[in-house]
Each structure stands twice: as structure tokens, then as C-alpha cells.
């Protein structure tokens, strides 16, 4: 004959939860348990375990123990309005983590940070509007960005596209000279080629361009996306190549 009441080593058996969690929801008043023997001990009868199973399955679907206290003091009905929110929920987280994770895929496979969607569906702000901020709180002022903010606003989006992944492909043949002297004439021929693609968006004159090197030199996540197109010296050789450049 089964015993009519269960003792906390009978419910861990069942549940697979630890003595120690129970013992805890009973501190917090979640769970508690049927029956206290003189000796203090924890009895539990059989309907309470279906109790304890629904605090599991809520627990699972991500509620918190205060949330869960709660919602057991609900009516079935309320608590399936609830489950269904929670659902949407869920969905919703879910759609997060495989965002994260294809950005997660992309970072590991070399792909630099700024190209990375990880925070399209955030109240943070994508990276690449980031920039733009950060470009422009830097900048804003000057006659040069207000140019090439201008010149931006009035292309359409499969001409930036296009400018863009020109300037990617001049990024790349450079990475391929990163072996010779930067005063080459085929990198500074690169150079000039980066410098026309450039003057698409703005005026530059040697002092804008000195500061876009320097940029390119020292912002740690200038170095990080230039390392897809090459190694970790891209950066550098840039800086080196475009001040030979000014300097000629």
C-alpha cells in the first residue's frame, strides 16, 4: 500500500528537485509542506505534489517565484490569460536568441562588429546609428560633415549600398598590399582611389584626412572592422598610407 503522505526524500525521488529548494519555498511560503512531525520533519500529501509540479512547469516557462506565488492565488482561467501573454513572451525572447545567435556566428567567423544586427530589436541603438551619432556629435559642426550629411540624405538606398561596397573592395585590394611600402604607387594609386570614392560624400582636404587616419589608427573598433579585410596591421598601413599621401 502507498504511503498516504510523502517525506521531502520522496518528493526529490519524484521531482528530481533538491531537498535544499524545498526547503526554501517552504521559507518563502510557495510550498509548504502538509504535515510537521514532532521532530520537525516536512510531510507532504499526494494532491500537493500536483501543486508543486504546476510551481515547476511555471518556474520552466520563465516566471519568477514572486510571479508564481501570485499567479497560484489566480483562477484557472486568469492563469491561462496569463500563460498566453507569457507565450507571446516567450516568442519573443526567442526570436532574440537566434538574432544573438547568428550574430554570435558571424563575430566568430571574422565578421566585424559593426556589420552585426545584435541590437536591431533593442532599446539599444544598432551600431551603425551609433556611429552616426557619435559621428556626429563629434562632427556636427563642421562644414565637412554637414556636407557629406547632406549628400547621404539625398541618395537612395541601392546608391549607398553601392558606395559602401566600393569602399569595402578598395579596403580589400589594400589589405592585399599590406606586404609592400605604403609610398608604393600601387598603394598610393589605392589610396587615391579611396580618396575619390570618399570625395563622393565630402570635400576633404589634408587635415580632414590626417584626422580620418588617426581615427583609423587608434579607434580600437576601427582596427576590429579592418581586420575582415586583412590582419591586425590593415590599421595601421592605412594611417601610414594615407599620411604619405597628404605628405606627397
Given at each position: 500500500?502507498?504511503?498516504?503522505?510523502?517525506?521531502?526524500?520522496?518528493?526529490v525521488q519524484i521531482t528530481g528537485i533538491t531537498a535544499r529548494t524545498?526547503?526554501?519555498?517552504?521559507?518563502?511560503?510557495?510550498?509548504?509542506?502538509?504535515?510537521?512531525?514532532?521532530?520537525?520533519?516536512?510531510?507532504?500529501?499526494?494532491?500537493?505534489?500536483?501543486?508543486?509540479?504546476?510551481?515547476?512547469?511555471?518556474?520552466?516557462?520563465?516566471?519568477?517565484?514572486?510571479?508564481?506565488?501570485?499567479?497560484?492565488?489566480?483562477?484557472?482561467?486568469?492563469?491561462?490569460?496569463?500563460?498566453?501573454?507569457?507565450?507571446?513572451?516567450?516568442?519573443?525572447?526567442?526570436?532574440?536568441?537566434?538574432?544573438?545567435?547568428?550574430?554570435?556566428?558571424?563575430?566568430?567567423?571574422?565578421?566585424?562588429?559593426?556589420?552585426?544586427?545584435?541590437?536591431?530589436?533593442?532599446?539599444?541603438?544598432?551600431?551603425?546609428?551609433?556611429?552616426?551619432?557619435?559621428?556626429?556629435?563629434?562632427?556636427?559642426?563642421?562644414?565637412?560633415?554637414?556636407?557629406?550629411?547632406?549628400?547621404?540624405?539625398?541618395?537612395?538606398?541601392?546608391?549607398?549600398?553601392?558606395?559602401?561596397?566600393?569602399?569595402?573592395?578598395?579596403?580589400?585590394?589594400?589589405?592585399?598590399?599590406?606586404?609592400?611600402?605604403?609610398?608604393?604607387?600601387?598603394?598610393?594609386?589605392?589610396?587615391?582611389?579611396?580618396?575619390?570614392?570618399?570625395?563622393?560624400?565630402?570635400?576633404?582636404?589634408?587635415?580632414?584626412?590626417?584626422?580620418?587616419?588617426?581615427?583609423?589608427?587608434?579607434?580600437?573598433?576601427?582596427?576590429?572592422?579592418?581586420?575582415?579585410?586583412?590582419?591586425?596591421?590593415?590599421?595601421?598601413?592605412?594611417?601610414?598610407?594615407?599620411?604619405?599621401?597628404?605628405?606627397?
Amino acid at each position: 500500500m502507498k504511503k498516504p503522505l510523502l517525506a521531502v526524500k520522496d518528493i526529490v525521488q519524484i521531482t528530481g528537485i533538491t531537498a535544499r529548494t524545498l526547503h526554501y519555498y517552504d521559507r518563502i511560503d510557495l510550498f509548504k509542506p502538509t504535515h510537521l512531525t514532532e521532530k520537525g520533519y516536512r510531510l507532504y500529501d499526494r494532491s500537493s505534489l500536483e501543486k508543486l509540479q504546476t510551481i515547476l512547469f511555471l518556474k520552466e516557462m520563465d516566471f519568477s517565484l514572486k510571479e508564481i506565488a501570485d499567479i497560484l492565488k489566480l483562477t484557472r482561467q486568469e492563469q491561462k490569460q496569463i500563460l498566453k501573454k507569457q507565450s507571446q513572451n516567450l516568442l519573443s525572447k526567442k526570436q532574440r536568441l537566434e538574432t544573438i545567435m547568428v550574430a554570435l556566428d558571424e563575430y566568430v567567423s571574422g565578421n566585424d562588429i559593426s556589420h552585426l544586427q545584435i541590437f536591431n530589436s533593442s532599446t539599444v541603438l544598432p551600431l551603425k546609428e551609433q556611429y552616426a551619432n557619435e559621428a556626429r556629435f563629434i562632427y556636427g559642426e563642421t562644414k565637412a560633415y554637414k556636407v557629406y550629411n547632406e549628400t547621404l540624405e539625398n541618395l537612395s538606398v541601392d546608391e549607398k549600398e553601392k558606395r559602401f561596397s566600393d569602399m569595402e573592395e578598395i579596403y580589400k585590394k589594400i589589405a592585399s598590399c599590406v606586404d609592400q611600402d605604403p609610398s608604393t604607387d600601387e598603394v598610393q594609386r589605392l589610396i587615391e582611389e579611396w580618396k575619390e570614392n570618399l570625395m563622393h560624400f565630402m570635400t576633404c582636404d589634408a587635415e580632414l584626412l590626417a584626422c580620418i587616419a588617426h581615427t583609423y589608427k587608434f579607434d580600437a573598433r576601427f582596427k576590429s572592422y579592418f581586420n575582415q579585410y586583412g590582419n591586425e596591421d590593415l590599421a595601421d598601413f592605412l594611417y601610414s598610407a594615407i599620411m604619405r599621401n597628404i605628405n606627397r
